[in-house]
């Protein structure tokens, strides 16, 4: 059974851009949730979609948005980068998104904003 | 809020030795508790899950205990490799709704 996948794995933007990221979850896995990870804060979850709904949302500013489609794929929006916006961007899919399925990580896409 | 400490420093240990780290958490009463692994460029891979009831879970050679008195997990590698080594992530469910909250991670060097 294929991993997650992330695309792109590398990006360089500049302030004021904007991005987008994709996420394939595992075949079956409805729940996709994402996750920003720096160096200073660690691992920071952004928000997680179940069956094309947002389900949950961290505290990220609304610059930072998602959506799922019918096929469970995710993508996750960045508006107006800003230079903390560099980080290493992880997506995880799980079956349901139960507190006790567990999350398969993709290997994550790696922004970085000059 | 929800508070999650893992040891700050690198844990260096000799192979064949037991790898032990800790996860302690304030704030909050999870219901779960995961431990992951992390190498670097790479995302997190689930190791263990351990449910609030349970005291002490095992698979092959990682052991973790769960005390929701001491509000702390224990995470145990047995006869540790060189292999091993990696960052491991503790983490809990969120205290609103399904969503993982992690510790910081500790890093854990083990020496052939």
């Known amino acids: 059974k294929a991993g997650v996948t992330q695309t792109p794995r590398y990006l360089i933007k500049t302030r004021g851009q904007q991005v987008t990221l994709s996420c394939s979850p595992i075949?079956?896995?409805?729940?996709v949730s994402w996750y920003q990870q720096t160096p200073g804060q660690g691992l920071q979850f952004l928000f997680e979609?179940?069956?094309?709904?947002?389900?949950n949302k961290g505290n990220f500013p609304g610059r930072f948005s998602g959506r799922q489609f019918s096929n469970s794929r995710s993508e996750m929006n960045v508006s107006t980068l800003e230079l903390g916006d560099s980080a290493l961007y992880l997506c995880?899919?799980?079956?349901?998104?139960?507190?006790?399925?567990?999350?398969?990580f993709g290997p994550g896409t790696r922004l970085t904003v000059l | 809020s929800q508070k999650i400490e893992q040891n700050s420093e690198a844990l260096n240990i000799q192979e064949g030795k037991t790898a032990t780290l800790t996860c302690n958490y304030t704030?909050?009463?999870?219901?779960?508790l995961q431990w992951y692994r992390q190498d670097p460029g790479r995302g997190p891979v689930f190791l263990l899950l351990?449910?609030?009831?349970?005291k002490e879970k095992r698979k092959e050679r990682l052991k973790v205990t769960f005390d929701t008195t001491l509000k702390q997990s224990l995470f145990h590698i047995t006869a540790s490799q060189p292999a091993d080594s990696a960052t491991y992530l503790c983490?809990?469910?969120?205290?609103?709704?399904?969503?993982?909250?992690f510790g910081a991670g500790t890093i854990l060097r083990v020496k052939s």
């Open positions: 995880a899919s799980s079956l349901a998104g139960r507190q006790y399925d567990e999350q398969f």
């Open positions: 075949s079956g896995h409805r729940s």
């Open positions: 979609y179940f069956s094309e709904t947002q389900r």
């Open positions: 704030n909050y009463s999870p219901a779960y």
């Open positions: 351990i449910r609030e009831n349970e």
């Open positions: 983490a809990l469910d969120g205290e609103y709704g399904n969503k993982l909250v």
